[in-house]
């Protein structure tokens, strides 16, 4: 029986502690003790099982630093083994799972045992069938198949993504206007009646204050403490729909597509509100930010936003404008969030689309009120103007700070480096209606939306039609910017009517 013992790995038949032993490998046992071996099994057979032995497979394994050789730290062979499972199916039929359970070998041994030193490893499982024409890399290697799947975006999530990126945007422009009004109101200057009058157009426009509220030429105090109120205002009680309105439609946007948005970008969005609140109450940067909780990975999952306290009644314009000015940091945390935080799918391109149809048209009604009052004609308006579009810096570099009505047009119209121009959010728009509209066919036929773009409006006939400015008439370059108000609202009601139905889990499926 000797040389047969040889070939096979002893293990104990019983797992109780009077019969239970430490397995060997017949090979490694010299001819006396492969005897003695012998004579235990002849005395009592059924303690003892022995099962033939096969040389296992390695693993590479981390071999560690020991404290008397760590140059001996590197990376090692150890035998290996994975250990699978078999369902049966109840009629005689058994079904082998994916994976396993991977053991390891202590160091320097050949039997895999947990209790003698081994360990354990990841077992992958790898699914899918293997391309049959793809030829293996070697004997023992095979491809992997990495093919990466479509995934479409359902209708309601793309909705609120829409939304979600033209409450920013809406945020952002209704901010900076609070501020432009707010400082433009607070100097010793006296307005002239034309920047008066945009300005009061603006705020009721942009929601700022209600239409009832007089105008700033009729009461320019009354009109301030309307529209610092309005500011808090989240309920739109005051026939308003302001800044903190907008925050809270925009925490609800956020709220519900948060499994696409990184955690500090959910808790950006929440933390403003909670904080703009906070310091239109009288708290300080410093308070607020110590005074709102911040949320948690879990926080995203409860049903409500957190209750903000309602703001008190005398609040300084200096205090709003402090609030303001946070905000507006946030704010363009929150869309560089979205510009290197997302993945480009369609999802984020409607989230864009949303976002630039909210800018074109609020900033060609602005200019279009602009040159319809008359309030470029003077050196205070022509400078609100270009602080409303964000571009005062880069227009005094080019210009050094000339009032020049056609120049800028150039700026804010034409200039398609000029990312507050009209001409640059129309071309990014065509471009992200573009990559939208390829769709399967059977769904919206290719450049539908894109054509309905402001196209009429080139720069030649911008051009053309500032000349009639010069002279003193502004009717064509309004109805020009007028026309872009209106094609922004249809290519809105068309993206809502063809995307956002909402019917049988309507999906999304673009390039």
Known sequence: M???????????????????????????????????????IAMHPEDFTAQAYLPLSHTPSWQGVAEDAPSRAAIGSRAAMLRVFALSDGQGKWRVLPGGLARIAPEGREIVSMYRGGSSADVWAITGRVREDTAPLSKTLTPINTARATLGVASRAAENLFWFGRYTERLENTTRLARVVLEALSTNDEELPSTQLWLSRLSVTNGLVSKEVPSIRQSAQVFERALIASLSDRTAKLGAYSVAATLSSLQFSAFSVRERLALEQWTLVATSTQQFAAMMNGAEQGEAAGKTSKPSATARDEDDATPVTPPTRDITAQRALRALEVLTTQVMAMTGAQTDRMTRDDGWRLLSIGRQLERLSTLAGALAEAFETGTLANDTGFALVLAFFDSTITYRARYLQERDPKALVELLVLDRENPRSLAWIAHTLQSR??????????????????????????????????????????????????KVVSDVADISDALSQHYFSHAHGARIVGA
């Open 2 to 40: 000797l040389p047969q013992l040889a070939k096979y790995v002893v293990k104990p038949t019983y797992n109780d502690k009077a019969r239970r032993f430490v397995p060997v490998m017949g090979k490694s046992l010299s001819v006396k003790e492969l005897e003695q071996w012998t004579g235990r």
């Open 433 to 482: 209606l573009a990559k939208l509209e390829d769709c399967p066919p059977g769904q919206m036929p290719k450049g539908t939306l894109s054509r309905s773009l402001p196209n009429a409006w080139n720069s030649a006939s911008v051009r053309s039609v500032l000349t009639r400015y010069s002279v003193g008439d502004a009717a064509p370059i309004v109805s020009v910017l007028r």
